[in-house]
């Protein structure tokens, strides 16, 4: 079990709908940045996925996501992600909803794994005029959007609350990047990202979001080997008390309690 400690699984949530046109080079950019980073730490035991998503029919008739699954293949993800064109759509939002939940929710995340979504798209989701309009009644053009043809919600029966909810019972951070040009849409990304405890910004300040990525994963990893004892000494003595884990390896309470919580986050410590 200890050896899955370093286990990172990064799904992508990619936008390709016909307005990405202008953006699609610059989305695959930050996909493979992304990518490349996290690839480059070897300490990191690294799975990639994709979603594509697109529109509900009849907006769009090709797809609603299209999903490649996690897998430690670089070479076989990057071809995926340099594959990516930007094609259809109708109105301007997109199922935004349904990509993230999709992602949330198809992936085979491993068992223990540290999870992220990256997002990256252009255009807000069905309905979030409308779902922001109930939160701030009588919030000035916050409803059918950008022509949207569902105002009133997104085909799929999403919100940010479900799909936040679905992110939150997968224990995945949810970060975004989003392109510029709709206020709605980088309004969307950030009410997405934030309810995971994720960052979001628009790709212009791409670099915010991946070194918080970066930060997180440095913060939960910093301390593997320690974790891997207080892991050991937990499943020896069947117990999680941090004063007797702590006696156990000479090392004050607060630093056991910590890596007790780190650990309990992810799942290690259900016995």
């Known amino acids: ?19 990405m ?40 008739n090709s797809f609603i996501t299209r999903i490649y699954p996690l897998t430690a293949n670089k070479q076989q993800m990057q071809k995926h992600i340099n594959k990516l064109e930007a094609d259809g759509g109708g109105d301007g939002p997109e199922a935004v909803y349904r990509g993230v939940y999709d992602a949330c929710t198809q992936m085979k995340w491993r068992s223990h794994s540290c999870r992220f979504i990256l997002l990256v798209g252009d ?10 309009q109930t939160l701030a009644p009588g919030r000035k053009g916050s409803t059918n959007n950008d022509g949207d043809a569902w105002p009133d919600g997104c085909p799929s029966g999403l919100n940010v609350q479900s799909v936040t909810a679905a992110a939150e019972n997968q224990r995945v ?21 934030r309810g995971t405890g994720g960052q979001c ?6 670099k915010t979001v991946i070194s918080k990525m970066v930060a997180m994963l440095s913060s939960e990893f910093r301390d593997l080997a320690f974790d891997k004892q ?31 919580a780190r650990l309990g986050k992810r799942g290690f410590l259900d016995f």
């Open 1 to 19: 079990m200890t050896e899955l400690l370093n286990h990172v699984d990064l799904c992508f949530v990619a936008d390709t709908t016909g307005s």
């Open 21 to 60: 046109g202008a953006f699609i080079q610059e989305a695959k950019r930050q996909l493979l940045d992304t990518f490349s980073l996290l690839s480059a730490d070897s300490s990191i035991d690294l799975q990639v996925g994709l979603v594509e998503y697109r529109d509900h029919p009849p907006q769009d």
């Open 173 to 193: 951070t949810v970060h975004a990047l989003c392109m510029p040009g709709s206020d709605m849409a980088l309004e969307a990304f950030q009410a997405i990202a």
């Open 201 to 206: 910004a628009s790709v212009t300040k791409a």
């Open 230 to 260: 207080v892991l050991e000494t937990a499943r020896a003595i069947e117990q999680l008390d941090s004063s007797k884990i702590a006696e156990s390896l000479g090392c004050p309470r607060l630093q056991a309690a910590a890596a007790i």
């Open 123 to 132: 255009a807000p989701p069905h309905g979030f005029g409308t779902w922001l």
